[in-house]
């Protein structure tokens, strides 16, 4: 199965400052999906990339997944309290694979 | 629209009981998702629909676990003789058509303690 790891576990940053989270498997990535989620609710989708190379962008979040597809990076610019919640990265470990293998996600606090 | 709604969204229970946790996917979503999620772990696959029937069930722990989809819309979720490491957070996914590389949608999760 696919394992999939999270660096950092947690962070605190000040509001207005960048950060990066990462998200590295040992197998090849199919599908490598980013997802929100804060205390009491479910999985808010941020980004799914699929190609060697690939990079999205939604506001101030960015996703990149490397061309080898085993890492993939969530940076986000100019943080803000709003951004705080624990960051998941789900994958599919291969083609036809229904369902997702997610790491153990990153807590972020953003201090205003 | 609405999204994937689940009930009860906090379940107590004593050990050795019988629980089942609902789960509304989005209208039209024919995929439907089961996955638990333990304190301070990422979400772990239970189970998956496509319409009625269960695709696949490889991620359930054992036989106390069950789940349904009748008519290819709501599913529930069944635990029988509930045990202490079942708590948890219950998540249910669903997902447009049968392209896995589409987006799946969460509830909020029924949150489940077993004393």
């Known amino acids: 199965s696919q394992e999939l790891e999270q660096s950092p576990q947690s962070l605190i940053v000040q509001e207005g400052k960048n950060l990066t989270i990462n998200c590295t498997s040992s197998k090849t990535l199919y599908g490598l999906y980013w997802y929100k989620q804060k205390y009491g609710e479910g999985l808010i989708f941020l980004m799914m990339l699929q190609k060697g190379g690939e990079e999205k962008s939604h506001e101030k979040i960015t996703a990149k997944l490397d061309e080898k597809k085993q890492q993939s990076s969530l940076h986000i610019t100019a943080s803000q309290p709003s951004h705080a919640g624990i960051y998941l990265c789900g994958a599919l470990d291969q083609t036809g694979a229904n369902n997702l293998f997610f790491g153990t996600g990153t807590r972020l606090t953003v201090i205003p | 629209g609405a999204g994937v709604s689940q009930t009860p969204s906090n379940k107590v229970t004593e050990k050795g009981k019988y629980v089942e946790l609902r789960c509304d996917p989005i209208s039209g979503h024919t995929a439907l998702y089961w996955y638990r999620q333990s304190l301070g772990q990422g979400p772990e696959f239970l189970i998956y629909f496509q319409g009625t029937g269960a695709a696949d069930d490889s991620g359930l722990p054992n036989d106390r676990f069950f789940a349904v989809r009748p008519e290819g819309s709501v599913s529930t979720l069944k635990i029988q003789r509930t045990e202490r490491g079942d708590s948890a957070v219950y998540l249910c996914?669903?997902?447009?058509?049968?392209?896995?590389?589409?987006?799946?949608?969460f509830g909020p999760g029924t949150r489940l303690t077993v004393l």
């Open positions: 996914a669903s997902r447009l058509g049968d392209r896995s590389y589409s987006e799946q949608f």
